[in-house]
């Protein structure tokens, strides 16, 4: 089975961390965030994934130089220019020829950390497939749904409204668009690939006028990792235990100096903590050098702390 991962996003909300490195490509545990999403697609039974790429492709081609991952065949669709999330998928889709095949794809945005099995997704849309399913969408509860795009669907999974970002009050649904996708190649009609166009804004609210939009609710873990808070959150879940999978906190060949305290913290490889130091609740990059009696909290810190700061809710991107 394919999947489409759309990992061409500017990824704004994650700056400076993103300048320099793409959203996908950041550190999740001890993998990256798109490593992570290999590990649970090849789990669902995807082999081959097509990454939709547009800002900074360089990095994803240098970081796969064998063009697999965890398995699974990487096949690289790299955009002129952005294409949003639906033209992203119609250009990147028709590059390995899915609109010829007959048989259904996965679409998933590169910055979900979910323990959705995605093979219930697939059987969902099987059974979807009978009544004119052209997409089946995965739907997860949130307590506050303005920044989503909030899916109304019948008991039997039939959506009947979605829609983005809803104003408060507006709709009594509390449950979103997860971002993991099964799409019939038929779906692909609709969406070119020639130009920008938006999945949540254009595509999907035109499914839903023709009938052809189901939903899958599951109450798994779910996260989009694409704010600051989220993003930290992800990783300090993949080491509590929080999760179906889980990955060391500290990198066996990172160095921790006799008298520093680290406390839930995921350290990269070759990082290195200072003598006094304090890290808590923090992400310290690969590399990362955390200066003698420096305190880190709630941060991410890809690049170096100088010895004696203080930096707590911050993000520092790599020098
Ligand atoms: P922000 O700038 O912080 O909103 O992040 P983002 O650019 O990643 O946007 P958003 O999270 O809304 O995008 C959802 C998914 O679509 C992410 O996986 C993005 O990488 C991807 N994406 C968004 N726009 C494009 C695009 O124009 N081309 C491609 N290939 N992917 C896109």
């Not at 996003?9 to 992570?36: D, H, M, S, Y």
């Not at 808590?280 to 590399?287: E, N």
Request: with cysteine.
């Amino acid at each position: 089975m394919f999947a489409v991962v759309l990992v061409g996003g500017f990824g704004t909300r994650l700056r400076p961390l993103t300048n320099a490195v793409p959203k996908p490509l950041l550190p999740l545990g001890q993998r990256t965030i798109l490593e992570w999403m290999m590990v649970h697609l090849a789990r669902g039974g995807v082999t081959d994934a097509v990454l939709a790429l547009g800002f900074k492709p360089e990095p994803f081609l240098a970081a796969f130089p064998d063009r697999t991952c965890a398995g699974v065949r990487l096949h690289f669709a790299i955009e002129d220019s952005p294409l949003d999330t639906a033209g992203a998928i119609g250009f990147a889709a028709r590059s390995v020829a899915l609109h010829e095949r007959n048989e259904p794809f996965i679409v998933a945005n590169g910055d979900i950390v979910t323990d959705l099995r995605i093979a219930n997704l697939v059987a969902a849309h099987q059974r979807n497939r009978t009544a004119g399913a052209l997409a089946t969408i995965h739907l997860t509860p949130v307590t506050d749904p303005s920044q989503y795009g909030v899916v109304e669907t019948t008991p039997d999974g039939l959506v009947t409204g979605f829609v983005e970002k809803p104003a408060p009050g507006t709709t009594a649904s509390r449950h979103v668009n997860a971002g993991t996708y099964v799409l019939e190649p038929a779906s692909l009609a609709a969406m070119p690939g020639d130009g920008p166009l938006s999945i949540e804004r254009a595509t999907f609210p035109h499914f839903v006028q023709q009938r052809a939009l189901f939903a899958l609710q599951t109450n798994d873990y779910w996260l989009d990792a694409g704010r600051p808070e989220s993003y930290l959150r992800a990783n300090l879940d993949l080491i509590s235990g929080a999760r179906i999978d889980r990955d060391d906190a500290v990198h066996a060949s990172a160095v921790l100096a006799p008298e520093c305290e680290v406390r839930d913290s995921v350290v990269g490889a070759g990082a290195h903590i200072g003598n006094g130091a304090r890290v808590v609740d923090s992400v310290i990059g690969p590399r990362a050098v955390i200066g003698d009696g420096a305190v880190v909290e709630r941060s991410v810190a890809l690049g170096d702390v100088a010895a004696s700061h203080v930096v707590r809710d911050t993000l520092i991107a790599p020098a």
